[in-house]
Nanobody, 123 residues
Framework: QVQLVESGGGLVQAGGSLRLSCAAS????????MSWFRQASGKNRDFVAT????????YYADSVKGRFTISRENAKNTVYLQMNGLKPEDTAVYYC????????????????WGQGTQVTVSS
């Protein structure tokens, strides 16, 4: 069993930055591929970014490419999402997810989810 706890969300003006963290329990963190998804009010939960368990391969949604950076620190059982150049359309609840995946941008392949952290970007 893995428990994920996100933090770092908040209210920021357009153009600003936030860094989200996702802390995982258990000693198997390094065995999992880790991803961030987000869900805006009334919309589906969409893929944002993935970092594979190797730590050297990452993928991003087109909407965040060049602005967001995903990273992981296995010694701290933590995955991060650095978000720069935030836009009002980035407003959503951000979730981290853990699994051993191939189709990394599909919600249904992840075994574990955090409770989410709200990010609100004002214009």
């Amino acid at each position: 069993q893995v428990q994920l706890v996100e933090s770092g969300g908040g209210l920021v003006q357009a153009g600003g930055s936030l860094r989200l963290s996702c802390a995982a329990s258990g000693r198997t963190f390094r065995s999992f591929d880790m991803s961030w998804f987000r869900q805006a009010s009334g919309k589906n939960r969409d893929f944002v970014a993935t970092i594979f368990r190797s730590g050297s391969t990452t993928y991003y949604a087109d909407s965040v490419k060049g602005r967001f950076t995903i990273s992981r620190e296995n010694a701290k059982n933590t995955v991060y999402l650095q978000m720069n150049g935030l836009k009002p359309e980035d407003t959503a609840v951000y979730y981290c997810a853990a699994g051993i995946v191939v189709d990394f941008n599909r919600r249904d392949v992840y075994a574990y989810w955090g409770q989410g952290t709200q990010v609100t970007v004002s214009s």
